[in-house]
């Protein structure tokens, strides 16, 4: 059984940082993408930013050169680093594994509160 354990939201002032940590457990025969959708308070989940099996990252326009995501496959886990926070960023963010044919997982959500 895939799981994914979510870690390191919290409160912090804009202009602060905080590092997501997803752990994913289980057995997941081949990963697509790995990474990060957020949803705020009456708004759609949206993408925040994602590692594809070859190692290229996307991100949404509203977190480029603030957030940064890597992968550690020893540890089968994926990170975001968010710098710069801005309150625009508060959301519940869910971490994600794309595992083609066997589906797509979700962790259960963190929450991120940026205060201004």
């Known amino acids: 059984q895939v799981q994914l354990v979510e870690s390191g939201g919290g409160l912090v002032q804009a202009g602060g940082s905080l590092r997501l940590s997803c752990a994913v457990s289980?057995?997941?025969?081949?990963?697509?993408?790995m990474g990060w959708y957020r949803q705020a308070p009456g708004k759609q989940r949206e993408l925040v930013a994602r590692?594809?099996?070859?190692?290229?990252?996307n991100y949404a326009d509203s977190v480029k050169g603030r957030f940064t995501i890597s992968r550690d496959n020893v540890k089968n886990s994926v990170y975001l680093q968010m710098n710069s926070l801005k309150p625009e960023d508060t959301a519940v963010y869910y971490c994600y594994t794309d595992g083609g044919r066997a589906g797509i997982y979700w962790g259960q959500g963190t929450q991120v509160t940026v205060s201004s």
């Open positions: 289980g057995s997941i025969f081949s990963i697509k993408s």
């Open positions: 590692i594809i099996s070859g190692g290229s990252t």
